[in-house]
């Protein structure tokens, strides 16, 4: 059997870089052809970014992808890596966008995948499946192919695929085993949820199985905007067989050597109803033989607080290095989510680019500021203190307010002066408000829900201490206080506050609203789950008249099944309620 030397570039792309990106394949490449792979893949539009929005409605882009497709094969060639076979991800057009006047029916923009070689684009391949659910809008920007490529390389067969393909039956997998493949290459962008791992592995076999091949996958690492990419990618044999398997969130090259069928000239192509047909490719490539054997071994798995720690960290890092900013801000209450954030925001940019500041009113506890100067000398971060009684004060004087109106007031000064800070010395403020206080509107517009991004947005109040108290395990200085982890959570607006007064426990709060949003259960269907009947219907209340607040707050990380944000998409005005007719 010849044996395919092949690499999986699991990388960071940036979207709109197109040259960076392609300074990025052209290096990883070189990395490849010197550990002597044959074939290198890169991830779904790995030239471009993913995902490009409606940037993918410009001419203008759509043609620098294109031309950079060019010149990438050509640059390759004089970097002296034309021997090695090079897949990577990049958005074509065979037509007007789908909303322009102009569209035609069955082309328009192409979410596509091609192969470099010989300086040459020697082959190129349209998706099939179109995702349209979750974060997804493909049917919105894309056409979708409707032939799969095979690409005869050095004798053995290669089909080409991108990522939706290997989440659905039928189509391009099922075409593959009629075309008698040995090998099904499948790039993604696969964004980051919980547990999403343990899917894949399963996922990927049954395709397997479907093709009757092996599957080579290969997935996008990174941040972008809400959306984080972990990698996590994987060879698997055509019985199932788990060959190799990269880490998380690391960029990494996959270096394994398969044995693989050759190709035949005589194989039988019946129809299938997979309704696509098959374009072969030969580009005369000879498998050199390579003297040493690679075997690329599989990375443990990560427990389920490292793996959101590690996805809050470089969705973090990437938001602000990718949109150059040269540090954070952020409010230190001596709480337990300033902290997280914190240590987080530590994690991703290091001390010197963190500044954390103690706003004290006139009902902030010694303990509290005590522990958000023990957390900055934890962790090394800029500490500074700005108390705000004063100012709250001057405002009060001019002004007739009580109650929740003096409560938000010192919130929102407290938002002035981070955002005072971002403006005088080039900040991000960093808001620190968790998916429980979000999802019943427990924030003050325009005070601590400031900012321009927030690492917790999606992360439960429960999760928030569980974090915590895994960060505190690792190696070096536990860099939360003990106490902001054990003590009861408040928001210090008057005196002797706790969320308690406002909120149920969040071991009974989150349940609910993992349900209720993540879930899209009913309040019946909440209720039948053993939830006191007042407290569904106290929740949902909150939710639901909370969603004006969450169309306006800062995007955050994704690391649920339904973040807030693109993932879940209600109207504000929206008289509807659960249980009333």
């Known amino acids: 059997m010849p044996t395919l030397r092949i690499a999986l570039a699991q990388v ?65 060639a004089a970097d002296c890596l034309g021997d090695v076979a090079v897949v990577v991800g990049y958005v074509d057009a065979d037509g007007p966008a789908a909303i322009s006047s102009d569209a035609e029916p069955g082309v328009g923009r192409r979410d596509a995948s091609a192969l470099l070689y010989q300086g040459e684009v020697a082959a190129t391949y349209y998706k099939h499946h179109l995702p349209n659910y979750g974060v997804f809008d493909e049917d919105r920007y894309f056409e979708p192919g409707d032939t799969l490529t095979v690409v005869r390389l050095g004798g053995i067969d290669v089909a080409l695929t991108v990522c939706e393909d290997i989440w659905q039956a039928g189509g391009p997998f099922t075409a593959a085993r009629r075309a008698g493949v040995g090998l099904v290459v499948n790039i993604n962008a696969s964004p980051y949820e919980l547990n999403k791992d343990d899917v894949r592995l399963a996922l990927v076999q049954r395709r397997a199985a479907e093709a009757g091949a092996a599957v080579a996958f290969v997935n996008m690492v990174g941040g972008q905007d809400e959306l984080v990419f972990d990698g996590d990618s994987m060879i698997v044999s055509a019985t199932g067989q788990l060959l190799a398997r990269t880490g998380q969130f690391t960029e990494e090259l996959l270096v394994h050597d398969l044995d693989l069928p050759p190709a035949a000239d005589d194989v039988p192509a019946p129809e299938h ?180 991004f927030n690492p917790l947005k999606d992360v439960p109040k429960t999760m928030v201490w569980q974090l915590a108290r895994w960060r505190n395990t690792q190696p070096g200085t536990p860099p939360i206080p003990e106490n902001s982890i054990t003590k009861a959570p408040s928001a210090e607006l008057r005196p002797g506050q706790k969320d308690s007064d406002s909120l149920p426990d969040y071991e009974i709060l989150d349940p609910i609203i993992k349900g209720y949003v993540d879930r899209d259960l009913g309040r019946a ?56 007719s």
């Not at 979207?15 to 490449?29: E, I, K, P, Y």
């Not at 075997?295 to 798995?301: E, F, M, N, Q, W």
């Open 273 to 452: 109803g997979d309704g696509m047909s098959i374009d072969r490719v030969e580009i005369g490539a000879v498998l050199a033989r390579r003297d040493d054997v690679r075997k690329a071994g599989i990375a443990d798995r990560s427990s389920d607080e490292a793996e959101i720690w590690s996805a809050l960290v470089l969705g973090l890092r990437d938001y602000v290095n990718k949109n150059r900013f040269r540090s954070v801000v952020l409010g230190l209450s001596g709480g337990i989510d300033s902290a997280v954030v914190a240590a987080i925001a530590v994690d991703a940019l290091g001390p010197e680019r963190v500044v954390g500041v103690s706003l004290p009113s006139g009902y902030s506890s010694d303990h509290s500021k005590d522990d958000a100067a023990d957390l900055a000398k934890r962790t090394g971060l800029d500490y500074r203190t700005e108390p705000i009684q004063a100012m709250v004060d001057a405002f009060l004087a001019n002004m007739s307010l009580s109650g929740l109106a003096v409560e938000n007031l010192q919130a929102r000064v407290r938002g002035v002066i981070l955002m005072a800070l971002s403006n005088q010395e080039g900040h991000l403020v960093l808001t620190t408000g968790n998916k429980s206080e979000l999802a019943v509107g427990y924030s003050t517009l325009y005070g601590d829900s400031v900012g321009g």
């Open 12 to 76: 960071n792309s940036t979207v709109g870089d197109v040259s960076g990106n392609a300074a990025a394949v052209r290096r990883w490449s070189r990395e490849a052809a010197d550990a002597g792979a044959h074939l290198v893949a890169f991830p779904e539009m790995m030239l471009t970014g993913y995902p490009i929005e409606d940037l993918v409605f410009r001419n203008s882009f759509v043609e620098a992808s294109r031309q950079a497709l060019r010149s990438l094969a050509a640059d390759l």
């Open 525 to 580: 269907e909440l209720i039948a789950a053993g939830n006191d009947p007042a407290l569904v219907d106290r929740t949902l209340r909150m939710i639901d008249l909370a969603e004006y607040k969450r169309r306006q707050s800062a995007p955050g990380t994704k690391i649920s099944g339904k973040a807030f944000g693109r993932d879940r998409r209600l109207p504000i005005t929206n008289l509807f309620r659960e249980g009333k």
